[in-house]
Nanobody, 121 residues
């Protein structure tokens, strides 16, 4: 069983930054990719960013491109999401996820509990 534990959420002002982290309970060499999703009240879950574990290729949703940066620390089995230039519309619960094969939004097998990000205007 894989556990993903997120940290780093909280309250930020518009234009500010937060750094989200996700630690996996087992070695991530068995993952093809890890990613971040978010869900705001009344909206569908959005695939925000992903990173392939071995090659470090990244994916970003258009809504966050140029503002968010996903990165990984192989030795610590950890993935980060640096969120910059935050907007009120970034307010959501952010979920960490891991995929064994592939990295489309449907490929993610394991999920964290989520961490709340709230951006005030």
């Amino acid at each position: 069983q894989v556990q993903l534990v997120e940290s780093g959420g909280g309250l930020a002002q518009a234009g500010g930054s937060l750094r989200l982290s996700c630690a996996a309970s087992r070695r991530t060499f068995s993952f093809y990719a890890m990613g971040w999703f978010r869900q705001a009240p009344g909206k569908e879950r959005e695939y925000v960013a992903g990173i392939t574990w071995n090659t470090g290729i990244t994916y970003y949703a258009d809504s966050v491109k140029g503002r968010f940066i996903i990165s990984r620390e192989n030795a610590k089995n950890t993935v980060h999401l640096q969120t910059n230039s935050l907007k009120p519309e970034d307010t959501a619960i952010y979920y960490c996820a891991a995929a064994v094969r592939g990295w489309s939004r449907r490929d993610y097998d394991y999920w964290g509990q989520g961490t709340q990000v709230t951006v005030s205007s």
